[in-house]
């Protein structure tokens, strides 16, 4: 075996950010360049960021805010229009043309049908949108529920949504502290197919505590009964979940958290069972009924397939992007970034450098596609080393001039995808999980 321990972060947005100074380089050369026309077209994507929720679930390690309140809204969605004006005025934003739109969260599905028509508006009016392009709407299932909201998304184009269930299991949801419950999904996906949505995408997890691989199964068979068109299936990682939960695992207070080993077998067992209720494992912890995953991940890790240059427009408190070849992350503080916006500011608060040669981000992504044309890696020694020795270790394979993930290198993205990054990507991301595993030392593990 190549590796003996999963690396604890899956990265969706490389190169890293680093860099919050405005006054220094990279940060002042990201801004110089959205000043500057865009060099050549590509495939992009605008992500809009939604911080509510309903309650927090115990596991969730996201900024999210749990407070139901109008007013602090009605001034988000405010924030939200200027910021995309501000973009839109900016000569290389000017020149992006979108495949695609998600609103992702938090939960969207918190604000009110009239708050979210205002967001579409803005977008529609702001940016050029290809007419084709896919929007995905993500949320909750109890607020999503709403047939008022979900006639509107329908009417407008709306192509994909997205909710989180998590487990079917309703004592587990209790636990966890899922505000939503198991009618409440079946609830929302009526109400959506009846309204007209396309596609409708669920998030689940496994590896949660106390699960056996017999609950494992008793979910999976459960999922299938409801014929989703895509499911979004992670392990659940342990590090959002408070100190007295961990304490709570000793005394028997609270479920176990299964077994290391758990997290290898149960995720087998996944793609063993969705292969059979018939769902292709499209990219990494995707799994769809048709051959294709969505436009969205795509694009979101560089365009697919070893391609590099698919670009994002991150809006919102805590968005991230990847633009003209540098990855950027906007004020995660709500507040500091409503107030910023409101000031005239660009929100942006960290910045990456860019990478020595562009083609790395695809060959960083290639993983979660499960392939890479030989004609797109990079001819350096130190990559096709770092690929001879998957092959190697059984984790790839040469097929058809093409490098191949294994059943077993599946079992290993997180880290094949660090071992693939430029060398000065991987001192950052080595003080980067450095002062993760220091924050969360005494939470027993990642
Ligand atoms: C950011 S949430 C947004 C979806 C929506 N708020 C919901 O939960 O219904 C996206 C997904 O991240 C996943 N997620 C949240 N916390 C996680 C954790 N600790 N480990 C792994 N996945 C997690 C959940 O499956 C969740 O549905
Ligand atoms: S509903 Fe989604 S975003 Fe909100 S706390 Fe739960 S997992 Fe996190």
């Known amino acids: 075996m190549t590796y003996d321990q999963l690396f604890p972060v899956t990265h969706h947005f490389y190169p890293l950010q680093h860099c919050s100074d405005p006054e220094l380089s990279p940060f002042s050369d990201f801004v110089r360049g959205l000043g500057q026309r865009k060099r050549k077209p590509t495939d992009n994507l605008i992500y809009l960021h939604i911080p509510y929720c309903e309650k927090r679930c115990i596991f969730c390690p996201f900024h999210v805010r749990v407070k139901r309140d109008e007013t602090i809204f009605e ?6 229009e200027r910021e995309i004006e501000m973009l839109a ?5 000017d020149d992006m043309r979108f495949k695609a739109v998600y609103f992702g969260g938090g939960s969207p599905s918190m604000l009110s049908t009239a708050l979210v028509r205002r967001l579409y508006d803005a977008l529609r ?3 050029d949108i290809d007419q084709d392009a896919e929007w995905t709407f993500e949320g909750e299932p109890h607020s999503l529920s709403d047939p008022e909201l979900l006639s509107y998304l329908a009417e407008q ?6 909710f989180g269930v998590q487990t079917f299991d309703r004592k587990l949801r209790e636990t966890l502290n899922i505000a939503a419950t198991v009618e409440d999904v079946i609830d929302c996906t009526e109400v959506a197919r ?8 669920i998030d689940m997890m496994f590896f ?3 699960q056996t691989p017999a609950d494992l199964d008793d979910d999976i068979a459960e999922l299938a009964r409801h014929d989703f068109d895509s499911i979004d299936y992670y392990y659940m990682s342990y590090y959002g979940l408070p100190q007295k939960a961990f304490q709570d695992m000793e005394t028997g207070l609270f479920p176990k958290r299964p077994p290391e080993g758990a997290r290898f077998s149960m995720n087998r067992q996944v793609r063993e069972r969705m292969s059979v209720a018939g769902y292709h494992h499209v990219t990494d912890h995707v799994f769809s009924r048709s051959q294709k995953g969505s436009e969205y991940y795509r694009l979101l890790w560089g365009g697919g397939f070893g391609r590099h240059d698919a670009e994002t427009l991150g809006i919102g408190a805590s968005s991230r992007g990847y633009i003209n070849g540098y990855s950027y992350a906007n004020n995660v503080a709500h507040d500091a970034y409503m107030a910023e916006v409101e000031a005239g500011k660009l929100p942006v608060f960290k910045v990456s450098d860019r990478l020595r040669d562009e083609r790395n981000r695809g060959l960083v992504f ?3 596609f499960f392939s890479i044309d030989e004609s797109m890696v990079p001819d350096d020694g130190r990559t096709m080393t770092v690929l001879q020795k998957l092959i190697d270790g059984g984790l790839a394979r040469r097929q058809n001039h093409t490098i191949a993930i294994t059943e077993d290198g599946k079992d290993w993205i997180p880290n094949i995808t660090v071992d693939l990054f430029e060398r000065e990507q991987r001192t950052i991301n080595d003080k980067w999980v450095q002062q993760l595993a220091s924050r969360f030392s005494n939470r027993v593990t990642l």
């Open 75 to 80: 001034r988000y969605v405010r924030a939200l």
């Open 89 to 93: 005025r900016l000569p290389y934003v």
């Open 125 to 127: 009016s702001h940016f």
């Open 366 to 368: 290639f993983p979660k």
């Open 157 to 162: 184009g709306t192509t994909r949504l997205s």
């Open 194 to 201: 009846a309204a007209g949505i396309g596609e409708i995408n």
């Open 208 to 210: 949660l505590p106390g």
